[in-house]
């Protein structure tokens, strides 16, 4: 793994663009009340089965989020929120990037590398979605 830290700039980049749709995504969550506003909002997979799916409980992440109910959005979707906090920092960077010409720092992976994150990131997506279910079945989430 190298860290690569480019020299001061404002050039708009990839990072960026992350961090807008964050804000973007974090400024709905938290003044649009989509669930109670677009008639058919929720999970038709979860309505016609009766499980949920990975996805469920994403626009309660983002809501309890975007209102700082941390524990909440945790109870819903843990990767959901870890997801959350990921488009919160992007958006801090972003900010401190195009203001103060911060750089942002860029991890370069090699395969092997990319191969474990690979990895990695398909068993948190298991461990969330057994999370998931459990908590819908259990706890009664809705």
Same mark, same amino acid.
């Given at each position: 793994?190298?860290?690569?830290?480019?020299?001061?700039?404002?050039?708009?980049?990839?990072?960026?663009?992350?961090?807008?749709?964050?804000?973007?995504?974090?400024?709905?969550?938290?003044?649009?009340?989509?669930?109670?506003?677009?008639?058919?909002?929720?999970?038709?997979?979860?309505?016609?089965? +009766?499980?949920?799916?990975?996805?469920?409980?994403? /626009?309660?992440? @983002?809501?309890? =989020? !975007?209102?700082?109910? #941390? &524990? +909440?959005?945790?109870?819903?979707?843990?990767?959901? /929120?870890?997801? @959350?906090?990921? =488009? !919160?920092?992007?958006? #801090? &960077?972003?900010?401190?990037?195009?203001?103060?010409?911060?750089?942002?720092?860029?991890?370069?992976?090699?395969?092997?590398?990319?191969?474990?994150?690979?990895?990695?990131?398909?068993?948190?997506?298991?461990?969330?979605?057994?999370?998931?279910?459990?908590?819908?079945?259990?706890?009664?989430?809705?």
């Amino acid at each position: 793994m190298q860290l690569y830290l480019p020299q001061r700039n404002r050039t708009f980049g990839s990072a960026d663009a992350i961090g807008v749709i964050g804000l973007f995504g974090l400024l709905v969550a938290r003044f649009v009340p989509v669930a109670r506003l677009v008639p058919f909002w929720g999970c038709t997979f979860r309505r016609v089965t +009766g499980i949920p799916c990975p996805g469920c409980g994403l /626009t309660r992440v @983002a809501d309890r =989020f !975007a209102h700082f109910n #941390v &524990l +909440g959005a945790l109870e819903a979707n843990p990767l959901g /929120t870890v997801a @959350a906090a990921f =488009f !919160a920092v992007m958006v #801090v &960077l972003t900010v401190l990037h195009l203001t103060f010409k911060l750089p942002i720092p860029e991890v370069l992976l090699d395969e092997r590398e990319w191969k474990a994150v690979r990895y990695f990131a398909v068993g948190l997506f298991f461990l969330n979605y057994g999370w998931v279910v459990y908590a819908h079945t259990q706890l009664h989430f809705h």
